[in-house]
């Protein structure tokens, strides 16, 4: 049984896995763009609470450490 109010997360996910049952070789042309021109939601999404943490600490050591150096 499907749930009568789906949030629009499950609608586009639904829309994407029957985009990829019919057309696997568009969905791999798609993931390659996607790589090449990167998606911040998608890094966010795979990365977890934890990964998203430590990729702002690095982001903004590096800036600082950019600050004292230049």
């Given at each position: ?10 609608k ?45 600490i ?8 950019y600050?004292?150096f230049?």
């Open positions: 049984m499907t749930n009568p109010i789906e949030t629009s997360e499950e586009r996910e639904k829309l994407r896995q029957k985009e990829l049952n019919k057309n696997p070789s568009g969905a791999l042309r798609d993931g390659f763009n996607r790589a090449e021109n990167g998606n911040l939601a998608d890094l966010v999404g795979g990365l977890g609470w934890k990964g998203t943490g430590i990729l702002i690095v982001l903004i050591a590096g800036y600082v450490l600050k004292l230049f």
